[in-house]
């Protein structure tokens, strides 16, 4: 599991959802059901742990392993 995916799947289970429900093939709004509130708790743990600004796109319901995805071409970007 990467290192973007626990603190994902941390986060989630901190806002009550239940971990056997945390997959990286999850959709965010579809399959978790979290609103934008929720959405924004998980971008500042996600910057709290990664120090990097994430712009979570919550229109096109995105998958667990998306948002992983997207912190970790950050993170190598930030490498460079």
Same mark, same amino acid.
Request: glycine share 2%.
């Given at each position: 599991?990467?290192?973007?995916?626990? $603190? !994902?799947?941390?986060? /989630?289970?901190?806002?009550?959802?239940?971990? =056997?429900? !945390?997959? @990286? =093939? *999850?959709?965010?709004?579809? #399959? /978790?059901?979290?609103?934008?509130?929720?959405? $924004?708790?998980? *971008?500042? #743990?996600?910057?709290?742990?990664? #120090?990097?600004?994430?712009?979570?796109?919550? /229109?096109?319901? @995105?998958?667990?392993?998306? /948002?992983?995805?997207v912190?970790?071409?950050?993170?190598?970007?930030?490498a $460079?």
């Open positions: 599991m990467s290192d973007a995916i626990t $603190v !994902i799947s941390k986060s /989630l289970q901190e806002l009550g959802i239940e971990a =056997s429900d !945390i997959k @990286p =093939s *999850a959709r965010v709004q579809s #399959d /978790l059901r979290l609103d934008s509130t929720e959405a $924004v708790q998980i *971008a500042l #743990d996600l910057k709290k742990a990664f #120090d990097l600004s994430i712009k979570l796109d919550f /229109l096109n319901d @995105p998958t667990l392993a998306d /948002l992983a995805k912190v970790e071409t950050q993170l190598s970007c930030k $460079v």
